[in-house]
């Protein structure tokens, strides 16, 4: 696991708020020498006013050869802040996934920044209990293969130890060993992972599936099926979720 530096880019402009989502997601990567994938929830939970609509929607993207997924707090409506929107550039403007990566979460960085205020104006409590106070308010997940590297990376963006904000990167992309990452609800995933005294013997894939199983199967109400996985091998095209339409192509 290597952490990258922080970079500062630029400020996003904002507009007026509607409403806040709420991205509640299960999300888990796993790697290994040979493999590397990422499995994602499907229920979506959208706040408006006091009501929470639910619906069910893929979470993961593709640009190119990178998939990635967001959780968190990862849009505001009618602003200029969307984390999804925003990856996506970041990742479509650089060579390589990790460069993207670095790009996508300053830029989500500097564009939660710049509406926090905003927010705070409107809704000052939700700053409270879901930006300043959480260690991670919203997480950018990726998987690639990479000069037939298996990669998992991340930008978790926490406003809880600076009040500028700071992104803090990770990546999966060397040894043989199972090694897996969970973004979004993950209690249930914790536990079972701080059990086991050796993590299964199995593909990344179903690893990561089962994972996000555990999360459902544990009663989380803002997280349930179907499971969308997508499995990447050196040499070997994608292996997609059988869901028309998932990934998202952007």
């Known amino acids: 696991m290597s952490v990258f530096p922080a970079q500062f880019i630029f400020l996003a402009t904002v507009g007026l708020i509607c409403s806040v989502p709420a991205h509640a997601t299960s999300i888990v990567l796993a790697r290994t020498g040979d493999e590397v994938a990422m499995a994602a929830d499907s229920l979506q939970g959208v706040r408006e006013g006091q009501a929470l609509i639910h619906r069910s929607v893929c979470k993961i993207y593709r640009v190119g050869d990178v998939f990635f997924a967001v959780a968190g707090f990862a849009e505001v409506p009618n602003s200029a802040y969307d984390a999804v929107s925003i990856s996506a550039d970041a990742f479509r403007r650089h060579d390589g996934a990790e460069p993207g990566l670095v790009a996508a979460g300053e830029a989500v960085r500097s564009a939660l920044l710049s509406i926090l205020p905003v927010i705070k104006l409107e809704q000052p409590e939700f700053v409270d209990t879901e930006v300043t106070n959480k260690p991670a308010v919203v997480t950018i997940a990726a998987i690639v293969v990479e000069n037939a590297t298996p990669k998992a990376l991340s930008a978790a963006i926490d406003f809880n130890s600076s009040k500028d904000g700071k992104v803090n990167y990770f990546v999966y992309k060397t040894g043989r060993e199972l090694k897996p990452m969970a973004i979004g609800h993950h209690e249930a ?9 050796k993590l299964p013997d199995m593909p990344p894939a179903y690893f990561a599936r089962m994972s996000v199983q555990m ?34 192509a952007l």
Do not use: F, M, Y
């Open 189 to 197: 995933i914790d536990r079972w992972w701080n059990t086991q005294q």
């Open 215 to 248: 999360e459902i199967a544990s009663g989380d109400p803002e997280v349930g099926p179907p499971i969308e996985v997508v499995r990447l091998r050196p040499g070997v095209a994608p292996i997609l979720p059988d869901t028309v339409g998932c990934p998202i």
